[in-house]
C-alpha cells in the first residue's frame, strides 16, 4: 500500500471535520475522492502532506510516517493544488528546468525527463510563455511539474473542476496514463469524472468514508437491475406479468426489473417464457455514479 491512513481524526476548534478516517491505496492505482464542498477533502490532503496537525490517527505514505511540519514524507508526493502557480514569462520546458535544478536532480537525467513529462502532458510544441496558458495547460504543466521527480505519490487537489469538456478530458487520460509510473489520489466532486479513470472510490460525506471500494463493487451495492426488450411493445409485456411480484417499471420501451440474484434472474426468464414473450435483449442496467452514491446515501 502507498498510503495507508488510519483512524484520523482533524478537529478546528470544536468543528470536526474529519471523523475517524481510515483508508488505503494500492499501489498503480487511480483513486478517486469525492465529496460534496465542504465535505473536508482539502482537510485530508493537507494532512497527507503534513501541512496540518492531525488531532488524532496516523498516516503513512510509502512506509514513511507523515509528521506535521516535517517533509520526509513528501519526497514520495508530487503535489498539483486546485490552482497551480507558475513564474510566468517562462515557458513550460524553461520551468521544468528550472524546477529540475531547484530539486537537485541528476544533470544527465533533466532533459530526459522533461521531453518525456512534456510529451505526457501534450505541452512539447508550445514554445509560448506560461503567462498565456490557458487554464487546461496550467494544469497540465502542473502534473509535469509534480510527477518530474517520480513520486510513488501523484495528489491532485480538483484537478478538473474548472476546466470545460475538453481540458476535462486531457487531464483525465493524462492521469490515466500516469498510473503506470505512480499512484494516483484525486479529489473531485464530479463523480462523472472518478467514474471514467478510477480503480477505486472513496466518496467522504461530512467527515466520514462512507463507502470505499472498487467502482463495479460500489455499483453492486445497489439492486441490481436488468433491462428486457422483447418482441412486443413494454406495456404488452407488462400487461402479461401484472401477477408476478417483481419491482418492474417502464423506461423507453423497455422493462426495467429489479433481479437481485441469479436464481431470481433464472426464474424471471421461465416466467417470460410460460407467458410466451419473447426477448429481443437484455442488459445489466448501469447507473452513473451519480445516482449510485445518491441510492448509497439515502
Ligand atoms: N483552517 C481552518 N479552520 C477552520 N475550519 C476550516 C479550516 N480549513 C477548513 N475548514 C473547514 O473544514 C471543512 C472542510 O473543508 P475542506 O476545504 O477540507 O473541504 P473540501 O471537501 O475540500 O471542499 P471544497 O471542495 O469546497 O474545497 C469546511 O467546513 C471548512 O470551512
Known amino acids: 500500500m502507498v498510503v495507508s491512513i488510519n483512524q484520523v481524526t482533524k478537529r478546528f476548534g470544536a468543528k470536526e471535520v474529519l471523523k475517524n478516517v481510515t483508508l488505503t491505496i494500492p499501489e498503480h492505482s487511480v483513486f478517486g475522492f469525492v465529496g460534496a464542498n465542504g465535505a473536508g477533502k482539502t482537510t485530508l490532503m493537507k494532512c497527507m502532506l503534513g501541512l496540518l496537525p492531525l488531532t488524532s490517527g496516523t498516516i503513512t505514505i510509502a512506509g514513511q510516517p507523515v509528521a506535521f511540519g516535517q517533509t520526509k514524507s513528501n519526497t514520495h508526493i508530487g503535489y498539483l493544488p486546485d490552482v497551480p502557480e507558475f513564474y510566468p514569462y517562462y515557458n513550460a520546458r524553461e520551468y521544468l528546468q528550472l524546477c529540475a535544478v531547484i530539486t537537485n536532480m541528476q544533470k544527465s537525467e533533466r532533459a530526459p525527463r522533461i521531453k518525456e513529462l512534456l510529451e505526457l502532458v501534450g505541452l512539447s510544441h508550445t514554445k509560448s510563455p506560461i503567462r498565456t496558458y490557458s487554464r487546461g495547460m496550467k494544469q497540465r504543466l502542473g502534473i ?77 451495492q445497489v439492486d441490481h437491475q436488468f433491462v428486457f426488450t422483447f418482441t412486443t411493445t413494454a406495456e404488452h409485456a407488462l400487461s402479461q406479468l401484472n401477477d408476478l411480484e417483481y419491482h418492474i417499471s417502464i423506461e423507453e420501451n423497455a422493462l426495467i426489473v429489479q433481479l437481485s440474484s441469479e436464481s431470481e434472474r433464472m426464474q424471471f426468464i421461465r416466467q417470460l417464457t410460460d407467458r410466451n414473450l419473447v426477448i429481443q435483449s437484455m442488459h445489466a442496467h448501469k447507473k452513473p455514479l451519480e445516482q449510485v452514491v445518491l441510492e448509497v446515501l439515502k
Open 144 to 220: 509535469a511539474q509534480a510527477l518530474l521527480n517520480r513520486p510513488k505519490l501523484l495528489i491532485c487537489d480538483e484537478p478538473t473542476s474548472a476546466l470545460d469538456p475538453v481540458g476535462r478530458a486531457q487531464i483525465l487520460s493524462i492521469l490515466q496514463a500516469a498510473k503506470s509510473e505512480t499512484t494516483v489520489f484525486f479529489s473531485t466532486h464530479i463523480l462523472s469524472d472518478a467514474e471514467q479513470i478510477c480503480d477505486r472510490v472513496a466518496m467522504l460525506h461530512e467527515g466520514t468514508i462512507i463507502f470505499e471500494d472498487e467502482l463495479a463493487a460500489l455499483q453492486e
